[in-house]
């Protein structure tokens, strides 16, 4: 985990990204990460430390290491794919993974339709957050509390915004259908523009990323 960061640390400084923007994009995770932290470090049994007689539940050393170390995980992965999408063109990405998909079209598997269900999921995304704040606004200027009061409350509000995000999800989904319907879209046989090429760079990097699992093991090995 330590090379994971580390790595990780040279990519974004060598990739131009700033601290503050990848923070800015681990807001909506840093709860999933203090609730997997949480987790571990009142339901793991070993030494104890505290006793919390309002709760029954006990910390102890084994769980907040463990707690420490899950958390640490949840978020180099989820860094790492972050780091990715803020590097790489969505359009890269799909032809990317189509061109690794593509040994398994011998077994049947529609690895083009498959990137294109990815490259929809992609562009989905902004569409949908633009349309999540449109919801929000409009109900906040009705006289709607979003985000405040108790929680049963801020509860019913995202109710009032969840049902009609998912009703519009929905609805841009039939028209996209009916889109490519329309230009007689055929998931076989298509072609791109740009095909990528693994040339000196691509082994360079292959190289470089075998590094880190060799480390690894010759880590645990002699630890």
């Known amino acids: 985990m330590l090379l994971l960061s580390l790595f990780l640390t040279l990519v974004m400084a060598?990739?131009?990204?700033?601290?503050?923007?990848?923070?800015?994009a681990f807001r909506p995770l840093w709860f999933f990460a203090l609730l997997l932290f949480a987790?571990?470090?009142?339901?793991?049994e070993g030494t104890p430390i505290l006793n919390l007689p309002l709760i029954p539940a006990t910390v102890t050393w084994e769980g907040l290491s463990r707690g420490g170390l899950v958390a640490w995980q949840f978020l180099l992965l989820a860094s790492l794919g972050t780091v990715l999408s803020m590097t790489t063109a969505p359009t890269d990405l799909v032809c990317a993974l189509e061109r690794l998909l593509r040994p398994?079209?011998?077994?049947?598997?529609?690895?083009?339709d498959i990137a294109v269900m990815v490259s929809m999921a992609l562009r989905f995304v902004p569409t949908?957050?633009?349309?999540?704040?449109?919801?929000?606004?409009?109900?906040?200027?009705?006289?709607?509390?979003?985000?405040?009061?108790?929680?049963?409350?801020?509860?019913r509000a995202l109710t009032a915004l969840v049902i009609p995000l998912?009703?519009?999800?929905?609805?841009?989904?039939d028209e996209l259908?009916?889109?490519m319907e329309a230009r007689g879209?055929?998931?076989d046989g298509r072609t791109t523009l740009n095909r990528p090429r693994f040339g000196r760079d691509e082994w360079k990097a292959l190289s470089l990323l075998a590094l880190i699992p060799l480390a690894m093991a010759i880590g645990r090995a002699f630890a």
């Open 14 to 24: 060598f990739s131009g990204l700033r601290l503050r923007t990848v923070l800015e």
């Open 39 to 44: 987790l571990h470090l009142f339901f793991t």
């Open 104 to 112: 398994l079209r011998r077994f049947g598997v529609p690895t083009q």
């Open 128 to 155: 949908l957050q633009e349309e999540y704040e449109r919801i929000r606004t409009a109900q906040m200027a009705r006289g709607a509390s979003v985000g405040a009061g108790p929680l049963p409350e801020r509860l």
């Open 166 to 173: 998912l009703n519009s999800a929905l609805r841009r989904a």
């Open 177 to 179: 259908a009916d889109a």
């Open 185 to 187: 879209y055929a998931g």
